[in-house]
């Protein structure tokens, strides 16, 4: 190929506007991707697990209301007390399945590895309240579950608290990347169009100059020089 020709000097500003757009759309398609891939974290990541532990403080809520009318004698008993036993049983596989959606994240769930060892403290002090008859120990018992309760409602809140802070790291250091990116690409894009216009100027330019002195051979030639 004769880089000197005017087919190629002609063509270059036509083949880096080319590239220039074509690489502005390469990595306009990544930030998308990379926004799309945001997305889909927070909707089956995060969200998820933020929902399932408010989920989970209702349900400790219901079991605790539960506990409530069967001491105040209000409702069938039988009735609240498996009311009892049904929401506290969501409450711990609410948080297995928190547990399980952020698995991916050690540092989050790591922070809650005692979470059964609460769950069952509190369960076992509501049903010993709830199954016992000496009215001298009702007091101590219930300030008892209610420790136990409120201890419980508290890991639940942390682990909102993680969740949720977890995913607005994420979003800050996705949006930090993204910068990043439509920097290279504004660079890279001006880049390509300075050097395509630089060729553009320079070829026909150089085109004419080139004419010029042909034509003046030329001349030269005819006149007999």
Aim: hydrophobic share 45%; aromatic share 8%.
């Amino acid at each position: 190929m004769n880089w000197q020709s005017i087919r190629v000097k002609s063509s270059i500003p036509v083949v880096m506007l080319g590239v220039s757009l074509l690489a502005v759309m390469l990595m306009f398609s990544s930030l998308i991707a990379m926004q799309h891939k945001a997305l889909e974290v927070q909707a089956e990541k995060f969200l998820q697990a933020i929902s399932l532990v408010l989920n989970a403080d209702r349900d400790i809520y219901q079991a605790k209301l539960a506990t409530t009318h069967v001491l105040s004698g209000v409702g069938d008993a039988a009735a609240e007390r498996k009311d009892f036993a049904d929401n506290a049983a969501q409450v711990k596989e609410r948080f297995d399945q928190y547990l399980s959606t952020l698995k991916a994240y050690p540092d989050i769930t790591g922070q809650f590895s005692g979470f059964e060892t609460q769950f069952q403290r509190w369960q076992q002090s509501a049903v010993t309240l709830l199954d016992n008859q000496d009215a001298g120990q009702k007091t101590a018992l219930a300030e008892q579950e209610q420790t136990e309760f409120s201890a419980l409602r508290d890991a639940l809140d942390k682990a909102g608290e993680a969740a949720l802070a977890r995913s607005e790291q994420e979003q800050k250091e996705l949006n930090a990347s993204i910068s990043i990116t439509k920097i290279w690409v504004y660079s890279l894009s001006l880049l390509l169009l300075v050097i395509a216009g630089w060729f553009s100027y320079q070829g026909p330019k150089k085109l004419a100059e080139q004419i010029r002195t042909l034509s003046a051979r030329l001349s030269d030639i005819a006149n007999g020089d």
